[in-house]
């Protein structure tokens, strides 16, 4: 009787052995809703390295466009100002060509305290002079003349008002003295009427 119970009692415990196995085996393994997790998780994670993907792109094609529109812009401007060089220096050589014409001298006065520009044939007033002797009017203009000469060019300078005359230098040659206002400059010409006066005789 004894062993009969006995075996009874180990075959209750082997089958909640077994039944304790299962539920653990049950509670360890991957449920579908913990599955399901999983693979939105994965899902997730998908969708955001394409996005961040997409986004890079974008703005690297963003770099890119704003890169050509520059270069596209700067080659314009860069052509702008290339042509404009080039009306300029055939303005420069107009003008250089109208100045050699004939012999005379050109003098801008650009302000009170800049220096005036001074180009043309500077032999017209006398041998060996230089561009700070021609603005001392006295040392090359016969007496009579230099002081008229200098009130004349200090009215253009001050106001702005042209005048013409012909003045008498020592060396006593006639030059015709033409002042007026271009622009922001006050413009001071002088060309050698000789040729003019022996012209008419």
């Known amino acids: 009787m004894r062993l009969r ?3 009874r009692l180990d075959k209750k415990a082997a089958a909640l052995s077994l ?3 299962l539920f653990n085996f049950l509670m360890l393994s991957p449920t579908p809703a913990s599955a399901s997790d999983a693979l939105e998780a994965d899902a997730m994670q998908t969708i955001t390295s ?3 993907m997409m986004g890079l ?5 963003a770099i890119a466009i704003l890169h050509i529109r520059s270069r596209r812009i700067w080659a314009q401007r ?3 100002l290339a042509a404009k060089a080039r009306q300029l220096r055939t303005q420069l050589d107009r003008a250089d060509v109208l100045l050699r014409a004939e012999p005379q001298i050109i003098i801008a006065f650009g302000g009170s305290s800049s220096d005036p520009l001074i180009e043309g044939d500077l032999s017209l007033i006398g041998e060996s002079v230089t561009s700070h002797h ?4 006295g040392t090359w203009l016969a007496p009579a003349d230099a002081q008229a000469f ?5 009215k253009l300078r001050d106001r702005g008002e042209g005048f013409r005359m012909v003045v008498t230098s020592i060396a006593g040659r006639l030059l015709e003295a033409d002042g007026r206002a271009v622009g ?3 413009v001071l010409r002088l060309r050698d009427v000789m040729g003019d006066r022996l012209e008419l005789t």
């Open 150 to 154: 200098d009130e004349a060019v200090m």
């Open 19 to 21: 039944y304790g196995c």
């Open 78 to 80: 860069e052509a702008r």
């Open 134 to 137: 021609i603005l001392a009017f």
């Open 184 to 186: 922001a400059y006050a």
């Open 5 to 7: 119970h006995r075996h």
């Open 50 to 52: 394409g996005s961040v």
């Open 57 to 61: 792109v974008v703005i690297v094609a």
